[in-house]
């Protein structure tokens, strides 16, 4: 009786049906090139609660630039980054991911031109090498000693010298046996090697000592002049060398323009709150 009380609840999970669904593509010049790799089109965004967390936004994220979102918590950056990545559709406006609607890409298709790295990344259950290549069509067949090879011509190879076994360290199904800088640098290499179009990082290095931010921040090195990112954070150093900064609250997303003035704008925020 347990067990059937129990299987009527996953039975209920494994039954919901996506509701992001594909579109068809409207015209062919959907599929001509264009230097803005994520566009906002009067955007609007409300939660189930009815909340609504964004109000007619409209941006556009050049290729190659990167962009920092700075705001209180609660303001709507992260939910920025889940509408960029397809995580939500908004309830109201567009979205279009280099020059086409983001609702025409297939699944696979969409995640191949969008990396996204959470405050603590999710790990899979085996070796490092297979979470690296998790989701990458062009290595998912390669051994040890071909990712190894892969990674030695990206210019990676020193950050295996933090894992005890390299590409074979064994990572258990919760991911404690790694730590959470450990655990970063194989999301941040994954990435690398899928060179996506966009990155997000949502407070990617919030919570790991600064000998390990470092050594991320030589992996974005790594990353093609073309991928455009996105970058949610506190630290100020993180920020510091974004071409652009925005600021996120209240609804609305304003051009901050520089540090000096991002700062003003939370300090304003601050004390109006």
Same mark, same amino acid.
């Given at each position: 009786?347990? &067990?059937?009380?129990?299987?009527?609840? /996953?039975?209920? =999970? =494994?039954?919901?049906?996506?509701?992001?669904?594909?579109?068809?593509?409207?015209?062919?010049?959907?599929?001509?090139? $264009?230097?803005? /790799?994520?566009?906002?089109?009067? /955007?609007?965004?409300?939660?189930?609660?009815?909340?609504? /967390?964004?109000?007619?936004?409209?941006?556009?994220?050049? #290729?190659?630039?990167?962009?920092?979102?700075?705001?209180?918590?609660?303001?709507?950056?992260?939910?920025? &980054? $889940?509408?960029?990545?397809?995580?939500?559709?908004? @309830?109201?406006?567009?979205?279009?991911?280099?020059?086409?609607?983001?609702?025409?890409?297939?699944?696979?298709?969409? @995640?191949?031109?969008?990396?996204?790295?959470?405050?603590?990344?999710?790990?899979? +259950?085996?070796? !490092? @090498?297979?979470?690296?290549?998790?989701?990458?069509?062009?290595?998912?067949?390669?051994?040890?000693?071909?990712?190894?090879?892969?990674? +030695?011509? &990206?210019?990676? +190879? $020193?950050?295996? #010298?933090?894992?005890?076994?390299?590409?074979?360290?064994?990572? $258990? @199904?919760?991911?404690?046996? *790694?730590?959470?800088?450990?655990?970063?640098?194989? #999301?941040?290499?994954?990435? !690398?090697?899928?060179?996506?179009?966009?990155?997000?990082?949502?407070?990617? +290095?919030?919570?790991?000592?600064? !000998?390990?931010?470092?050594?991320?921040?030589?992996?974005?090195?790594?990353?093609?002049?073309?991928?455009?990112?996105?970058?949610? &954070?506190?630290?100020?150093?993180?920020?510091?060398?974004?071409?652009?900064?925005?600021? !996120?609250?209240?609804?609305?997303?304003?051009?901050?323009?520089?540090?000096?003035?991002?700062?003003? *704008?939370?300090?304003?925020?601050?004390?109006?709150?």
């Amino acid at each position: 009786q347990a &067990a059937m009380a129990s299987w009527d609840r /996953v039975h209920e =999970i =494994i039954s919901l049906k996506n509701n992001l669904l594909v579109i068809p593509k409207e015209n062919e010049n959907e599929n001509q090139p $264009s230097n803005t /790799v994520i566009e906002f089109k009067d /955007v609007s965004f409300a939660y189930d609660n009815g909340k609504e /967390v964004l109000k007619k936004i409209n941006l556009k994220f050049e #290729a190659g630039k990167k962009y920092a979102l700075v705001g209180p918590t609660g303001g709507g950056k992260t939910t920025t &980054a $889940s509408l960029m990545a397809r995580l939500f559709d908004p @309830s109201q406006g567009e979205i279009f991911l280099s020059g086409r609607d983001i609702r025409t890409y297939q699944d696979n298709e969409r @995640s191949k031109k969008i990396g996204f790295i959470l405050q603590e990344p999710f790990l899979f +259950s085996g070796k !490092v @090498s297979e979470n690296i290549i998790y989701g990458n069509e062009e290595y998912k067949n390669l051994n040890s000693q071909e990712l190894e090879k892969v990674i +030695s011509e &990206a210019g990676l +190879s $020193s950050l295996l #010298a933090r894992f005890d076994k390299g590409l074979d360290t064994e990572i $258990s @199904s919760s991911g404690d046996s *790694l730590s959470l800088g450990q655990k970063q640098l194989v #999301a941040f290499i994954r990435v !690398v090697l899928r060179q996506p179009d966009l990155l997000i990082l949502d407070e990617a +290095s919030a919570n790991i000592d600064t !000998v390990t931010e470092q050594l991320l921040g030589e992996i974005l090195k790594k990353l093609s002049a073309t991928t455009t990112q996105v970058i949610i &954070a506190h630290r100020l150093n993180t920020i510091a060398n974004a071409d652009e900064i925005y600021f !996120v609250n209240s609804g609305q997303i304003i051009k901050a323009g520089s540090m000096e003035q991002a700062l003003d *704008l939370l300090m304003k925020d601050k004390r109006g709150s």
